[in-house]
Nanobody
C-alpha cells in the first residue's frame, strides 16, 4: 500500500523559511516523478514544484527563485525548501507521485506576522 506522509508545516513570519518533507512507502520511490501542490482557502489546488526521477525540476512562476524541490532516494523522501515566504504562500501543501493518483494528507503552512 502506497503511503505519502508530509511534515514540516507550521506558522512562520513573512520572509521566513520552512522545509517540508514527504516520506513515501509502499513503492519504488526512485522510479517516479514527485510533486508538491498547495491549496489555499477557497482556492483550487495548484502545482508548486515537480522533480523527475532523474532530478530535473519545474517550478510555478509564483515560487521560482524562492522554493527548491529535492529528493533523497535512499530515504524515500522528497523535500520542499521554502524561503522568503509571503502571506500568499499560506496553504495546505500536499505531495504526490505524479500520474499515479497517490496523495498525502497535507501539511498546513501559515505565513503571518
Amino acid at each position: 500500500q502506497v503511503q505519502l506522509v508530509e511534515s514540516g508545516g507550521g506558522l512562520v513570519q513573512p520572509g521566513g523559511s520552512l522545509r517540508l518533507s514527504c516520506a513515501a512507502s509502499g513503492t519504488i520511490f526512485s522510479h517516479y516523478a514527485m510533486g508538491w501542490y498547495r491549496q489555499a482557502p477557497e482556492k483550487q489546488r495548484e502545482s508548486v514544484a515537480h522533480i523527475t526521477s532523474g532530478g530535473s525540476t519545474v517550478y510555478a512562476n509564483s515560487v521560482k527563485g524562492r522554493f527548491t524541490i529535492s529528493r533523497d532516494n535512499a530515504k524515500n523522501t522528497v523535500y520542499l525548501q521554502m524561503n522568503s515566504l509571503k502571506p500568499e504562500d499560506t496553504a495546505v501543501y500536499y505531495c504526490t507521485i505524479l500520474g499515479m493518483g497517490y496523495w498525502g494528507k497535507g501539511t498546513l503552512v501559515t505565513v503571518s506576522s
